[in-house]
């Protein structure tokens, strides 16, 4: 993933830090009841959340100029 230094890496970490927790634990509920029983829900659902981050990372513009960037 590129480095642009226009993106504001702490105020990221901190939202990253913040919503992680409850992502991960979303993603696993859906993977669950969406009928998929992985080897590993947790992993699956892990990636899933990373890749969430990473096109959140390549999108900051887009989310600090949202009303709501965690909504």
């Known amino acids: 993933m590129a480095h642009n230094d226009s993106f504001d890496e702490p105020r ?4 990253y830090r913040k919503l992680y927790p409850d992502l991960l634990r ?17 992993g699956r659902a892990e990636e899933v959340v990373q890749e969430l ?3 959140a990372w390549e999108h900051q513009a887009d989310l ?3 009303a709501s960037p965690t909504g």
């Open 64 to 66: 600090w100029s949202s």
């Open 53 to 55: 981050f990473a096109f």
């Open 12 to 15: 990221f970490e901190a939202l």
């Open 26 to 42: 979303c993603a696993e509920i859906a993977l669950r009841t969406g009928g998929s029983w992985y080897v590993s829900v947790a």
